[in-house]
């Protein structure tokens, strides 16, 4: 008897040998052995505690920061989706469900009075910008978080503070195997017709600078200065990654479908007909041209899972 047919049986849905690709933010990437869609809290509790523990689990949202290899992902997939996309708003305080869009969040936040509009050009889920500490023009999701929720392996519900995640520069330190299910953001407070603009404005900004109609991930490599765009005008280029690729030559550069953007030379994107192998494949292409012409070596902001698939 394999795992497969060990599985708990939850009340939510379990779909095997599931494409990912249609659920992947650029469109590619192979199957999940299982895909896991719980309906609640509780049915994801009971699943992690009653599943074997050596079967891999890896939770996904929207895919917007991330890579799923064409040979697909191995155990379960997590995928969060109604039940935890809520959005709850009391004064200054603003609830989330990591399956709800960070720009909704916002939106609606932005309505209520509270100012968490760096979120509007975020793309993906609550649940991605916590893990990944996103941000913006000189703002992260650690500027605004009081806590998060938890599910563990072994389905214990645990509520983290902003300390014990541990926040870096794109990255968090949530427990391994942490599934996060909400996070509490805090705001200051503002005139919303004010916030509304603060967010077009911004919108406008990213569409000038960014390939925003293209299919990509955003920022594919870190910047080695260890921080984003401020947004300010005395922001200096020295050590940010589009400036080092553009450097070495590999702005346009493409393989296959993919191609790093024209626009902005840090956005990795698929122009309609990339694998993940063409994506990955011209990323790390990017990291040894940038590496020979500089001596720094580019770490990926994209994450990167799954098997490679046998050529």
């Given at each position: ?111 209520a009075g509270v100012d968490l509009t760096f979120l509007r050009t975020i793309p993906g889920t609550i649940g991605g910008a916590v893990t990944m500490n996103a941000g913006c023009y000189g703002t992260y999701t650690a500027d605004v978080l009081e806590s998060a929720r938890c599910v563990l392996p072994g389905g214990d519900l645990v509520t983290l503070s902003r300390e014990e995640i541990g926040f870096g520069y794109r990255n968090s330190s949530l427990p391994e195997g942490a599934i996060l299910i909400d996070a509490v953001m805090t705001g200051p407070d503002g005139d919303p017709d004010a916030l509304a603009s603060k967010m077009e404005d911004a ?109």
């Amino acid at each position: 008897m394999s795992w497969i047919d060990r599985l708990p049986e939850p009340r939510g849905r379990l779909s095997y040998d599931r494409a990912l690709d249609s659920l992947s933010w650029l469109r590619t990437g192979g199957a999940a052995d299982v895909l896991f869609q719980p309906a609640d809290v509780e049915d994801l509790q009971t699943f992690m505690r009653d599943i074997d523990p050596q079967v891999p689990v890896f939770p996904i949202g929207v895919c917007s920061n991330l890579i799923i290899r064409d040979g697909g992902i191995e155990g379960v997939v997590i995928r969060l989706g109604r039940g935890f996309n809520g959005i709850e708003i009391t004064g200054q305080t603003v609830t989330a469900g990591a399956a709800a869009l960070d720009a909704q969040v916002a939106k609606r936040s932005t309505e209520a009075g509270v100012d968490l509009t760096f979120l509007r050009t975020i793309p993906g889920t609550i649940g991605g910008a916590v893990t990944m500490n996103a941000g913006c023009y000189g703002t992260y999701t650690a500027d605004v978080l009081e806590s998060a929720r938890c599910v563990l392996p072994g389905g214990d519900l645990v509520t983290l503070s902003r300390e014990e995640i541990g926040f870096g520069y794109r990255n968090s330190s949530l427990p391994e195997g942490a599934i996060l299910i909400d996070a509490v953001m805090t705001g200051p407070d503002g005139d919303p017709d004010a916030l509304a603009s603060k967010m077009e404005d911004a919108l406008a900004k990213r569409a000038a600078t960014q390939p925003v109609d293209d299919r990509s991930c955003g920022s594919t490599f870190r910047n080695p200065a260890g921080f984003s765009s401020s947004g300010r005008a005395d922001d200096v280029h020295d050590l940010k990654a589009w400036k080092l690729i553009e450097d070495a030559g590999m702005r346009g550069a493409r393989l296959g479908g993919a191609q790093m953007s024209t626009k902005h030379a840090n956005f990795l994107i698929n122009t309609g007909d990339a694998t993940s192998h063409d994506l990955e494949t011209l990323g790390e292409d990017v990291r040894k041209k940038v590496f020979d012409q500089s001596g720094i070596a580019l770490e990926w902001e994209i994450k990167r899972v799954g098997r490679q698939k046998p050529i």
